[in-house]
């Protein structure tokens, strides 16, 4: 089948830390996709494997076998600095600490991806980007000069900019209190909804995995279940289980 429909495709993945008797299976034969367009919750329990999916699926980690495809792409196939470029350049990422750069101003946190990868922004994109996330009028500020949900929708507008295959997200609500979550949360959903983007989401809040379209549960290293439409309860009851395993 083309790899085309999918932003991302994990196929038979191991990730296994350590040697010996003190080897950890992270992940154990974790075969998922995520289609263009769409915005899924990855959850689990405390050692799930949440995060070493997350690297793994992002290009950050290697699989110690199966394969990672991202926008068409065997992962395996590339040596470092083509995987460096293909994050860069294929994929955004938005954190629990937002991680802008202090000293540069708003614009220049949110072009430094393009930058990065030395490539020249389109005239109007910037702008375009920074409207979308409510920020148009914030752009020669500095960072601290921002409230917590603002930091957020530069690190959004800031993933947004490369026109990315996918967006990962990590706990990216991890910071803000509740109403200033949900916004971003909203916001998340809308440039899915309505631009289109891919967002794949690590969680540990069922209020914010109700904001996706899908969750994927892991439990120890392995696909559980997955759960279309989520809402916050029936996400909560079922993590209520699997903690219980
Ligand atoms: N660098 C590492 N070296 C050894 N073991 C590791 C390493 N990173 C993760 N692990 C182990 O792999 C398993 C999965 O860890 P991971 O961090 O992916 O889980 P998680 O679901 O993100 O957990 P949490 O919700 O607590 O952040 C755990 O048993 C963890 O101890």
Redesign the pocket.
Known sequence: MAHGQWAVELRSVEKK??RGAGE?A?LRDLSLSFDRGSFTAVM?P????????LHCAAGLDRPTSGSVWLAGTDLATLDEAQLTMLRRERVGFIFQAYNLLGSLTVAENITLPLLLAGVAAEPGWLDQVARRVGLSDRLQHRPAQLSGGQQQRVAIARALITKPEVIFADEPTGALDSRTGRQVLSLLREIVDRDGNTVVM?T?DPVAASFAQRVVF?AD?AFAEEMAAPTADRVAARMTRLEEW
Do not use: D, M, N, P
């Open positions: 830390y350590g950890v992270a689990g405390s050692g799930a494997g949440k995060s070493t999916f690590v540990h892991l290293g």
